[in-house]
């Protein structure tokens, strides 16, 4: 049995590793990704974006497969934009991590329906998250708002804050939906002296995704090649037969890829060396 089983799918993540710090896509890496899809390889994106954030790069991709948006919680199909599963979290579960993140002190981020809806207290934070839905919306006060009763549930929400905002809103979590929502708190890159934390449902993550990828594309996990930059990538790290961890990436990140890209998002280029060294494309420099 060889070391490394043919490879025949690819799953890239967005901000970091497709995308430079600006958000656009390095030119190489398209013209690779769309080189791939031609010669009958499914390209997927698994991305912590909303779909309709996502959007854009699905057609300028020209992926017509499935893609996880919402770090595996929301799959969709691209070549029709509709749902293929949702993990949400509904009802009761909901309103707690309402009162709970109301009651942190922190900038609250409620994402459903495609729409991210925020208040007075995002304000300061909406370049953080506007790249992740182009549906934003400002509300007199996020707790208010009517898509915490969403009928197909809480997608994610997002908070951001100082440390010890942050951590409130991660025990009010921990206390009352423990077997219900996944969270994970981090210090961001991208505002100063801020945490950040996002909370989903269990049962959906990039490595659940990429399970579920392989399974409908008709391959085994161990046939599936990945490419990400940051912790939420870790998923999809440990369960991909081959991952490669871009230059930029933490240390924590690194460690757990197969592989580790010299080349960072600022450059690009790095998906496009995984197409021709993997995959065996020869990717034009133009």
């Given amino acids: 049995m060889p070391r ?3 490879p025949a799918l690819l799953a890239v993540d967005l901000d970091g590793t497709l ?5 656009q896509p390095h030119a190489k890496d398209v013209r690779a990704l769309r080189a791939l899809s031609k010669a009958g390889i499914p390209v997927s994106i698994l991305t912590g974006r909303l779909y309709s954030g996502t959007r854009a790069m699905v057609e300028a991709l020209d992926i017509a497969g499935p893609v996880g948006c919402v770090d595996g919680s929301h799959v969709v199909d691209a070549a029709t934009h509709t749902t293929v599963f949702h ?24 994402f459903a329906r495609d729409t991210v809806v925020h208040d007075a207290a995002g304000d300061p934070y909406l370049g953080y998250v506007s790249t992740w839905s ?3 919306r400002r509300a007199a006060r996020v707790a208010d708002h009517e898509l ?11 908070g951001v804050g100082t440390s010890k905002q942050i951590g409130r809103a991660v025990e009010a979590i921990h206390a ?15 505002v100063r002296e801020s945490w950040g934390m996002v909370v989903r449902a269990v049962g959906g993550t990039k490595g659940t995704a990429l399970e579920w990828l392989a399974k409908h594309h008709g391959i085994s996990v161990e046939q599936t090649v990945c490419v990400g930059d940051w912790l939420n990538d870790l998923t999809m790290f440990q369960v991909a ?6 230059g930029q990436a933490p240390d924590e990140v690194k460690r757990a890829a197969t592989h580790v890209l010299t080349e960072t998002n600022e450059v690009g280029g790095g998906i496009a060396k995984v197409v021709e060294r993997v995959f065996g494309l020869t990717v034009d420099a133009a």
């Fill in 87 to 110: 993990h949400g979290i509904r009802g009761r579960h909901a309103l707690a991590l309402r009162d709970g993140m109301a009651a942190s002190g922190s900038a609250t981020f409620l």
């Fill in 148 to 158: 915490w009763d969403a009928e197909d549930g809480v997608t994610a929400v997002v």
């Fill in 4 to 6: 490394h089983p043919k």
């Fill in 134 to 136: 182009t549906d934003l």
């Fill in 241 to 246: 037969g081959r991952s490669f961890a871009m």
């Fill in 19 to 23: 995308l430079d710090p600006h958000g």
């Fill in 176 to 190: 009352s939906l423990t077997d219900v929502a996944q969270v994970a708190m981090f210090p961001l890159r991208r």
